[in-house]
């Protein structure tokens, strides 16, 4: 009978390229949630902040509101690692409404740079009698 002599280099490759995968994996995917969420919080801050700076009488002002966004979004550190694309500001009656679209510049440089990103946050003023 012949004795097979092998090596047991191939498995611990497999095992290897597993691990590294999930690491990878599990990278990317903490990552996606870190860029999406950045961009929906300064979504929400951007609109709360212009809608509560434009009511009057309980009505958002439709240019003041995008004025102020616009504002918000230049000077606010929250925005400082996006790359604003598009912003959709809409007013009906007391509700006002952000539609946004970023790109996330992830600071570990790991592959989320260039999906974009869209969110929409929704304001809304209650008048107390």
Known sequence: MKSDRGTIAPLIATYLALIL???FGSVAVVTALVAVNRVQGTADMAILYAHDRSVTAGIPN??????EIALFLQKAPSAQRL??????????????TLRMCARYQNP????VDSAIICRESKA???LVP
Do not use: C, D, N, P
Not at 108 to 111: K, Y
């Open 21 to 23: 995968l999930s690491v």
């Open 62 to 67: 439709q240019a003041q509101l995008s004025h």
């Open 83 to 96: 790359v604003i694309l598009s912003t959709a500001v809409r007013v009906k009656a007391e509700t006002s």
């Open 108 to 111: 570990l440089g790991i592959g």
């Open 124 to 126: 809304k003023s209650f």
